[in-house]
């Protein structure tokens, strides 16, 4: 059997590009189906989409179709070319971000050195996306969604970095594997059955990295730039038909990205306990055990989203820069310091 | 990427995809930064400079400096050009043409800007026309991380040092009471 590496380089980077538009995809479909769909209706009491294929499971379909009939529509004084191009933005940061995800000892995208200073640098891209789409619609609301989108996304991006951070130190590297490694090869006080999850050392870090992460990507608590009762859908009102399903697409894939990322950070990746974790054997099961991780953290973001009212503008800000900010910096320092005398 | 480069490298001492892409991106970084002087939209200068910083980047990729593109990214496409957007909609958000902006500094301008083309140039080509690069493989973060804690201690911390007083006294200025 030829493994991926045995490739020519350009078989491989089409595999893998194929790979990447699927993981983004699918991801994002599941996570639509099983949390917006059924999570939130469960909670709701009702039973959410029934009748579009077994269990509601195609209804995402039957969206997709119709969104893809719908007119697209440009306000008379949009900035035609920003307007039309902010959602791509947008896309192609999220498209972006799951290059650096691994799914497995050789099942990943790129094995950069850099993994997730990668993945942290092409997530601020994003951000253009949406003052450009703010700033394109020529609408009030869109742009002071646009704009409050950035000052959130500037104040919660520092804490996410600095919450990174403390992985790093402790994992000795950036790239994605050596952490997913550096968990699975891990011994605490010597006991190494499961390994060393990240979660146990560093879950200060891990609760500063899912409420940031929660701020990325817009979810309510921290849903103030779609405010909609204030804002109608902020830097998204102007948009109809595809554009609308790109930033739709975008909201969920990202969600699911960030979920891989800090089930690679903090939760061991495509690591199980009880398999050698340079078995071959995760290959196959690799991907679908981060699925399953995804799930989870997602589940999580989910919850939240659908349990919190909105945070106000200023309690928002200081929550990034009076309590997240300190708490990672202590938790940078700690983790130096610990990493040093063990 | 850096698959890509140790493959070419490992067989020929030439370059030629390299030098095509860099001769590419090279066109593109300045017909963005010719638009970024000459549109007369402020938003629209700030989302061409995104182009040629961005282009800066995949240069520094084409060159094997991975952690240098990315900073380039997160830094100035990331941050710089975000708070040039935010203050710019803040402030003056007007849709179309702005006239004011195009005013008659502009021949000034395009003459320090030319000033400084020649001498960079001569001063580039002087010390460095004999030099080549040799991309043998992508630089290492580890590399990075060691020779500026290493070998460029002193100037690393001398930058620290002027970057926190900066931030302090723009706090300071920015500070009404």
């Known amino acids: 059997m030829m493994t991926l590496a045995e490739l020519a380089y350009w078989q491989s980077t089409s595999l893998r590009v194929v790979g990447g538009f699927a993981a983004v995809l699918l991801m994002a479909g599941t996570l639509v189906y099983l949390h917006l769909f059924k999570l939130v209706s469960f909670m709701q009491s009702r039973l959410g989409p029934m009748e579009t294929g077994p269990y509601g499971s195609l209804q995402l379909l039957a969206e997709v179709g119709k969104f893809l009939q719908k007119e697209d529509i440009f306000p008379r004084k949009a900035d035609r070319f920003v307007f039309a191009a902010a959602p791509f933005v947008v896309l192609m940061s999220t498209f972006l971000l799951v290059v650096v995800v691994p799914g497995g000892p050789d099942a990943w995208f790129i094995d950069s050195d850099l993994g997730i200073y990668l993945a942290m640098a092409v997530s601020s891209v994003s951000v253009i996306g949406i003052l450009m789409a703010g700033w394109g619609s020529a609408n009030k609301y869109s742009l002071m969604g646009g704009l409050r989108a950035t000052g959130q996304l500037i104040a919660y991006e520092l804490p996410l970095i600095l919450a990174v951070v403390g992985v790093v130190i402790q994992a000795g590297t950036m790239n994605m594997q050596g952490i997913v490694l550096a968990q699975a090869d891990g011994e605490i006080f010597g006991w190494g059955a499961i390994g060393n999850p990240f979660i146990l050392t560093q879950f200060v870090g891990l609760v500063v990295f899912l409420i940031a992460m929660q701020a990325e990507l817009t979810q309510s608590p921290f849903d103030m730039p779609v405010a909609e009762s204030e804002l109608v859908t902020g830097y998204m009102t102007e948009y109809s038909g595809m554009r609308f399903l790109l930033f739709f697409i975008g909201e969920f894939a990202t969600a699911g990205v960030f979920s891989a990322i800090a089930a690679v950070l903090f939760l061991g990746g495509w690591y199980v306990p009880g398999i050698d974790s340079d078995s071959n054997a995760f290959n196959v099961i690799g991907p679908l055990v981060m699925l399953g991780k995804v799930v989870f953290v997602s589940f999580l973001v989910f919850w939240a989203r659908f349990t919190f009212p909105r945070f106000r503008e200023d309690q928002l800000q200081r929550l990034a820069w009076k309590f997240l900010i300190p708490i990672a910096l202590v938790n940078i320092v700690a983790t130096g310091i610990l990493k040093v005398a063990f | ?177």
């Open chain 2, 1 to 177: 990427m850096s698959a890509l480069l140790a493959a070419v490298s490992a067989d020929s001492d030439l370059f030629v995809a390299q030098n095509v892409f860099f001769g590419i991106i090279a066109l593109l970084m300045i017909g963005s930064a010719l638009k970024v002087v000459t549109t007369s939209n402020v938003v629209h200068a700030a989302l061409w400079l995104v182009l040629v910083l961005g282009g800066a980047a995949a240069q520094f990729i084409l060159l094997g400096s991975e952690f240098v593109a990315v900073t380039q990214v997160l830094v100035y496409i990331g941050a710089v050009v975000v708070l040039f957007l935010f203050g710019v909609m803040l402030t003056r958000a007007s849709m179309g043409d702005d006239e004011t902006v195009a005013g008659e500094k502009r021949v000034m301008a395009a003459v320090v800007a030319g000033l400084l083309l020649a001498v960079m140039s001569v001063a580039l080509i002087d010390t460095f026309s004999d030099d080549r690069v040799v991309i043998d493989e992508p630089q290492l973060v580890g590399t990075v991380a060691d020779s500026i804690f290493s070998q460029y201690i002193v100037p690393f911390e001398a930058v620290s040092v002027l970057l926190l007083a900066a931030l302090i006294g723009s706090i300071v200025v920015a500070r009404k009471d």
